[in-house]
């Protein structure tokens, strides 16, 4: 069965039990997330942080201190995505396949929108998506974008990159444009140094894409955006998904269209 | 000087030295807001309400704790509304002109949208704005639809009506919907009844207005949501504004027009 036929259970039950894989073109239909879980003491900020920087940071869900599954999300954050990573004091101290011994009883979960969601859209168009193309990860980017800052929480925008064809951009600036929960259109269009970014090839997560004669960057605000601040604030403890590798959720990518 | 005319700084002196009236029509082309203040300690729990119920809680701006000003208002939040109503164990007990002695060290402040924002925006398109036209508040109702809970915070939708000449409901519907940060396009068109209001002559707060031959009533999420909350909760500690008695931003109505 292709990974794109999946359903969320079925996605994350494979999770569950062991794979570590990015989720770029799986369970189409079906919204990914970003998670973020802060200890209680921090949900204010975070939630804060959030509504600052919303293009970043959209909040689909939250969940109560110490569970491990939302009204949006049935399975178990602890277990059912592909990959996690852990924060201490500022640093990202392991890259994990679950962390359930790591769940303390005051982590509150935030699920953050990603731009995977209006993928599809772009496909149905006829926007090529590059990274689904080759079945790598999407490259992300931190960029020199300070985000607003939240109490003790600041650090920089980080941003998804798509090449699109010179002659499609207005066309995925459109289309991604009716998914204002879900990072809605690009921040930036064309130079990467604009932004603060050296290298394309060089993303900070996920996978280099080829960028074929005549494409043009597409940047998009990225959910990877919360784990920055966490790094740039010294945050003491914290969870995230592995960039990329994202909770599948139980609800629809047409429920976040706006049109 | 017309009212209509005043810069925010000057309609604010205005209110600080003691006018008590409805802002409805005041700085015209300036943002008006909704005050809720809360104890710290209920701060998370008021901005995931809002979160859940982003329709009728926009939050335009919040203050740190004890702060009497925010980013977006210049002014003093203690002084310079109009009218403040003030709260103990979910009930209004006072409605006050400046609540100074009132203001507690751990206050936050939210700053939420109002409807009055797109209302020089339905003049521009044609769509008469009755209770400007009899120099009244707008009437504002408690209805039965539920609120999305948050923690112990929970309580009824309220809606501000304004009856708009049939020929005209979809250009209200449309100019609205382009505000969507100050409560955006209406919740309800037409039967009060279906969203369990009994009398339009009879407003839960504001004036009633005349509803004329042709006339369809048209109901929008409304700012004081949050202080029926705080009411159906039993919040022990809140100051709102006086309903219809707004604070006057330094930020402009067309800042939160999207298009």
């Known amino acids: ?26 369970c189409q239909g079906w919204t990914q997330a970003n998670l973020i879980a802060v ?23 939250v969940g109560e201190p110490g569970s491990w599954s939302t009204e949006l999300f049935a399975g178990d954050l602890r277990t059912d995505l592909p990959g996690y990573r852990l924060y201490r004091d500022g640093r990202a101290v392991a890259d994990l396949d679950e962390v359930v011994s790591e769940w303390r009883d005051d982590l509150v979960p935030f699920l953050i929108g990603c731009s995977f969601t209006f993928e599809r859209a772009l496909l149905a168009a006829g926007v090529p998506v590059r990274h689904l193309e080759s079945g ?66 060089r993303p900070d997560y996920g996978d280099p894409v080829e960028v074929r004669a005549g494409d043009v960057p ?12 966490v790094l740039a604030s010294g945050v003491d403890f914290a969870i995230g998904h592995l960039p990329g590798h994202m909770a599948i959720m139980d609800v629809r990518d047409d429920d976040y269209l706006v049109t």
């Open 1 to 26: 069965m292709d990974v794109a036929d999946l359903s969320p259970a079925q996605a994350r039950e494979r999770f569950r039990t062991g794979a570590r894989i990015p989720t770029a073109g799986w």
């Open 39 to 61: 200890p209680k003491r921090l949900r204010y900020e975070l939630l804060l942080f959030a509504h600052r920087n919303p293009q970043a940071c959209p909040v689909l869900d």
């Open 136 to 201: 790598t990860n999407v490259p992300m980017y931190v960029t020199s974008v300070p985000c607003q800052s939240s109490g003790s929480l600041s650090g920089p925008l980080v941003v998804s990159m798509r090449p699109v064809p010179g002659e499609l951009v207005h066309t995925a600036i459109r289309v991604s444009g009716h998914y204002p929960m879900v990072h809605g259109a690009p921040v930036h269009v064309g130079d990467p140094a604009a932004i603060g970014i050296g290298d394309l090839a």
């Open 218 to 229: 597409l940047f998009w605000a990225c959910g990877v955006t919360p784990q920055a601040a």
